[in-house]
Every structure is written in C-alpha cells, then in structure tokens.
C-alpha cells in the first residue's frame, strides 16, 4: 500500500488543470513578484477568515518574526511561548534579542492556557504567543482577557489552525488567527493550506498595524526607496499564491476530508486502552493538521520502532521540549522542566493525515498500530 505522511501528489492530480493554467499564466506574464495573483489570493484569504487585513509574506517564521517587529519590543522583553511547539515560534523572538518565556500547555489538549500562563507574567512580560496545535484553536477567551489585564499582545501561531473555528462562550465565531492582535500562519507544503514552496501570511485587524507590517515587510519602505524602519525582504511570489488562490476553494473540503480520517482512526482505535487518542474541545473545530495519539504504557520508541519495520510512516512531533533545545541553552529560562510538556515529548506519535486517506488505508494503517499493542 502506498502510504505517505502527506501526500500532495495525489491532491494536486485532483486540481492539475487548474494548478498548471495558473502556473503558465504567471510564466507568461512573468509578474513574479506581488502583481495580481498575490493581490487576489490576499483579498480571498481575507473574505474567507474575516480579518480585515492580509499581508502575506515569505513563510510562516517571517511572519512571526515580522509580528514581533511591528510591535516595538525592545531587547530583554519578555515573550510567552509554549515549550511544547515548532522550534520557529521561540527562535524569532530570541533572534530579536527579545527573552522567550516558555511554558506548559494542557495534556489534553495540547495547547497552553490561562492557568499555564497567569504564573509566568511579570513586569517584563510584553506579548503572548498562543500556538494552536495540530490544528485545534488554543482557548483564546480566556488568553485575550489575561493579555487585557496585564496589557499584553497576542500574536496566534495559526501555522498548523488555518480553518479551525474559536467559538467565544456568547455564541461568536472567529477564524483561528483572527482573534489576537495579529496572527501568523504558514503556507508550507504540508500545512492544511500548503502551496508549493514556501509561504506565509499575517492577519491583523488594525489598519496601522497593518500598513505597518506591510512596510516591515518591504524593508521598512513607505514609498519606493524611502525607508522608516529597518525591515526585511519577505514577499510570497504570484506561483505560489495562484497555487494557494486555487487550494483556498478548497479549504473547508480538505479540513471535512481530514475530520472524517481522523474520526475513523478513533473508532478503530476505541478499542486500544493504550492509546489516547486526540481530544475534541468544545470551544474549537479541528482541522487536524496532525493525528497525534499519546501512548500511555511507556512503548512510544518501541511502537516507533515497529512502525518504521512495517514501512507505516509516522512522525514525533516534538521529541524535545523548546528549553532543553541546545539552541536555547543560554536563555534565563532554559531548562525547568514543565510537567506536561515533558510527558507528552515521551507520548506522542502521529501518523498520516491528508486529504487523500481512503478507509483501507486508515484500517491498514490502525491494525498495525493495534498489532503492536496486541488488540
Ligand atoms: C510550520 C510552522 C511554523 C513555521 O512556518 P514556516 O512556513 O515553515 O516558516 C511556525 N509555527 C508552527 C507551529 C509551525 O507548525
């Protein structure tokens, strides 16, 4: 069976006409950079998260580290960060020279909280980064009346969560990334909104703050060859966004495609007291840009072990908590290990998850896990 972590190919066949009509328009027209296609891609995306502002750039960690730019933080200030993450939401704010404060996130859910965060704000502390794993909206209600409170920003990590829905307890919904002060997401190939290089875009509701970013993002220009501030060379090219302009159609159809390959893993896998499989909140959908389960006996490696014999791809995302990152083995906050964050680099596995999963793929996929364990 060929079974993949990812499989764009077999998506890609799906919309090939249209993918190759858009890619030789561009190389006819030859506007390889901004022009119409990424005008038009930014005003869809807009529509179709409701934020009032898209400025999209060259990858997700840009717009990170473009967020952290715009919003005048000086050297030593302090970032909140979950320890259980992708390297590229605390190295943005250490190559700012800013402090990353990292805390835990909930074993259920994967994601931080109030109750994680509230011990860690101190005078220095200026922004929050609420990352939403795997594809599930962090519980931001309560993180936007913390930031309220203590006079801080939120900048989402929407890297893994485009699509996901964040239902405020008033019966409000928002589109993940569009609740803090600005959001973050990435366009990288395996992301739920994949293109086919790299990519990335920040959302932001407030039009200075959005201007501000679109100049940070064009080496701090306000008018050609007139620059405010020190910016950086960020830009996602028209391929790339007649690409995304195209797969955003399909957005909504994608995330259905992978809620149904992941409800069909948690049936086959009810039967497993092994294993915990991912948490649905009810605060927030899931677009599962991972099926991760936890595996409670201690065999995590061993299961691993065994996956990788019978040729089932998988994936440990993270194997290591952000503090015990040599990498950030120099910061004040390095290494105090945080109880969930340190349970769950033991505990997780994922395995495939895309678009294109058919049931007997999924039931191969599960019974080899459930050999593994004997049920
Ligand atoms: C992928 C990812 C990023 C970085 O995006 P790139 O486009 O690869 O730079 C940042 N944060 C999280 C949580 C991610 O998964």
């Known amino acids: 069976m ?14 090939k006409e ?59 200030d302090e970032v909140i960060v979950p320890a259980f993450t992708y390297v590229a939401t605390a190295e ?7 402090s990353p404060v990292m805390v835990d996130v909930d074993y259920d859910s994967f994601n931080t909280c109030k109750k994680h965060i509230e011990p860690f704000i101190t005078h220095k502390t200026k922004a929050i980064v609420p990352v939403h794993l795997y594809g599930q909206t962090s519980p931001m209600q309560a993180i936007m009346e913390l930031a309220e409170k203590y006079n801080l920003f939120v900048i989402e990590d929407a890297a893994q969560s485009i699509g996901s829905d964040y239902h405020f307890k008033d019966g409000r919904i928002k589109k993940s990334g569009t609740i803090g002060h600005i959001g973050c997401t990435s366009f990288f190939p395996s992301k739920n909104l994949g293109c086919y290089g790299d990519g990335g875009a920040l959302f932001t509701e407030d039009e200075a703050l959005a201007q501000k970013i679109s100049r940070i993002a064009n080496h701090g220009q306000s008018k050609r060859y007139y620059h405010d501030s020190i910016g950086v060379n960020s830009r996602l090219d028209a391929i790339q966004a007649g690409i995304l302009d195209i797969k955003l159609k399909h ?19 009810a039967k497993n007291p092994q294993l915990i499989t991912p948490q649905r909140v009810d605060y927030s959908s899931h677009v599962f840009h991972q099926y991760t389960l936890k595996v409670q006996n201690g065999t995590r490696n061993e299961l691993s072990e065994f996956l990788n014999n019978e040729n089932i791809p998988h994936n440990i995302y993270y194997p290591l908590p952000l503090y015990a990152q040599k990498a950030f083995a120099d910061f004040p906050q ?9 349970k769950l680099c033991k505990e997780v596995i994922s395995l495939p998850m895309h678009t294109e999963l058919t049931g007997e793929m999924i039931e191969y996929i599960a019974d080899k896990v459930n050999n593994f364990f004997g049920v």
């Open 2 to 15: 060929n079974l993949r972590m990812v499989d764009l190919k077999g998506q890609y066949e799906k919309i």
């Open 18 to 76: 249209e993918v190759d009509k858009s890619i030789q328009e561009t190389l006819d027209n030859t506007a390889f950079i901004n022009g119409p296609k990424v005008k038009a891609f930014a005003e869809n995306l807009s529509k179709y998260v409701g934020s009032g502002h898209v400025i999209p750039c060259a990858n997700g960690t840009d717009a990170l580290q473009i967020a952290m730019m715009a919003l005048n933080l000086k050297p030593g």
């Open 92 to 98: 943005v704010i250490a190559l700012l020279k800013l």
């Open 334 to 342: 390095a290494y105090i290990p945080l109880e969930n964050t340190e």
């Open 251 to 269: 957005l909504d159809e994608y995330g259905h495609a992978r809620q149904k390959a992941a409800d069909h893993y948690d049936e086959s896998f």
